[in-house]
């Protein structure tokens, strides 16, 4: 028997692509990425997953400057020791911090006034997220916003957005503050990759299924019919890269997926590599607060379209399930407004504004509630 993988970072002997049963994705040419070699590039949530994956064939490049950004201390050193042992370069700058610093960001911005911005910060687990809806306006749409604002100052800065699928017809916190942060990178000339599942990435089911496999099991699943779009984390990289370089501002991509798999032939997938002989049970545990059975890449307002690129579709057509995307002034407007309610704990304000700029947002029960408990807060004497 094989020895079950501790942490995404051993999960390399995997053969996704054979789960996927397709060939990877296109990658960039190194010919494409000639603009990202002689720039300044900022990666924000560079501890991450993909951020860390992304700095390491970033640092490849030698770039002019490359600065790393992230709020997770143990994160940025774990990137740190990766990068002294593959690719030395004293051209690195690794920095502790938060994209909703506003202050720091004036700072970062004004010593090392980046050109290119990989912004890949976010909280992600949604049913976490549910429970704490003030953390996730705050950092995933307020941070981009914070991030957008500081980016405005110094003209021919592009900034790529690492998006999710969840941000399609969102039924989740998550969801609905990452299609805020998408109206927010577009109208500012940004660029939106929206990504479903990564697999191998810190956090994700994959990642799951092998610790509770390495147990002995039960690997637990949320229901038997549940799917989702997937991906490997070198293609969710070679995207990114490849959105930097050739995509025109404002640009909505997503990646070029034929199928959703069901989750239950993933978790079948592992098991047959890890534990052929002693198959640990499977208990389906009913969908978690956030869940949906199955994603979509985008909207049925929304439509997708070849490019030159095999990798991607890009995504013509009106923002958002009901096609309605505010303009500039009235995005900033109720951003500021948003600002204001995170910083005054207030989440009614917080969601009608929510609400506002993603009509098609429907809140979970536990939001609901959340927001039900803070009114009646309120109004008590």
């Known amino acids: 028997m094989l020895s079950v993988p501790s942490s995404p970072s051993k999960e390399t002997g995997i053969?996704?692509?054979?789960?996927?049963?397709?060939?990877?994705?296109?990658?960039?040419?190194?010919?494409?990425?000639?603009?990202?070699?002689?720039?300044?590039?900022?990666?924000?949530?560079?501890?991450?997953?993909?951020?860390?994956?992304?700095?390491?064939?970033?640092?490849?490049?030698?770039?002019?400057?490359l600065v790393l950004l992230d709020a997770s201390e143990q994160a940025l050193y774990r990137l740190q020791s990766s990068l002294a042992n593959s690719s030395p370069t004293s051209n690195c700058r690794i920095v502790l911090g938060n994209v909703t610093d506003r202050q720091h960001l004036d700072e970062i911005f004004d010593a090392h006034r980046p050109r290119s911005i990989f912004h890949a910060a976010a909280y992600k687990h949604v049913p976490l997220l549910e429970e704490h809806p003030l953390e996730a306006i705050t950092n995933n749409a307020l941070?981009?916003?914070?991030?957008?604002?500081?980016?405005?100052?110094?003209?021919?800065t592009r900034m790529v957005l690492l998006s999710t699928d969840k941000a399609v017809a969102p039924i989740n916190i998550l969801g609905a503050t990452k299609c805020i942060a998408e109206l927010i990178t577009l109208a500012n000339a940004g660029v939106v990759l929206r990504l479903g599942n990564v697999l191998g990435s810190e956090g994700s089911v994959s990642e799951t299924f092998l610790r509770q496999i390495a147990a002995g099991g039960p690997v637990t699943i949320t229901d038997p019919h549940a799917e989702r779009y997937f991906m490997t984390r070198e293609e969710a990289v070679d995207l990114l890269l490849t959105s930097a370089v050739a995509s025109p501002d404002s640009s909505l991509l997503v990646p070029r997926l034929n199928q959703q798999h069901r989750v239950t032939s993933l978790a079948d997938f592992l098991i047959l590599i890890y534990s052929p002989l002693a198959r640990p049970s499977v208990i389906f545990t009913g969908f978690r607060p956030g869940d949906k059975s199955r994603e979509a890449l985008w909207s049925s307002a929304e439509q997708p379209f070849l490019t030159d690129r095999c990798s991607h579709f890009e995504i013509a057509g009106q923002f958002g399930q009901t096609g309605q995307a505010p303009d500039s002034q009235s995005l900033y407007s109720a951003l500021k407004q948003l600002e204001q309610a995170a910083r005054e704990r207030d989440l009614t304000c917080a969601m009608e504004i929510i609400l506002r700029l993603v009509p098609d947002y429907k809140p979970g029960e536990s939001i609901t509630q959340l927001t039900q408990q803070t009114l009646q807060g309120t109004t008590q004497p």
Do not use: M, N
Not at 143 to 156: E, I, V, W
């Open 15 to 65: 053969d996704w692509y054979s789960f996927l049963a397709r060939p990877r994705l296109p990658s960039p040419s190194p010919e494409s990425l000639d603009r990202l070699r002689d720039t300044s590039i900022l990666v924000t949530g560079a501890g991450g997953s993909i951020g860390s994956a992304l700095s390491l064939e970033l640092a490849k490049l030698h770039p002019r400057q």
């Open 143 to 156: 941070g981009t916003f914070a991030l957008a604002q500081c980016a405005k100052k110094f003209p021919h």
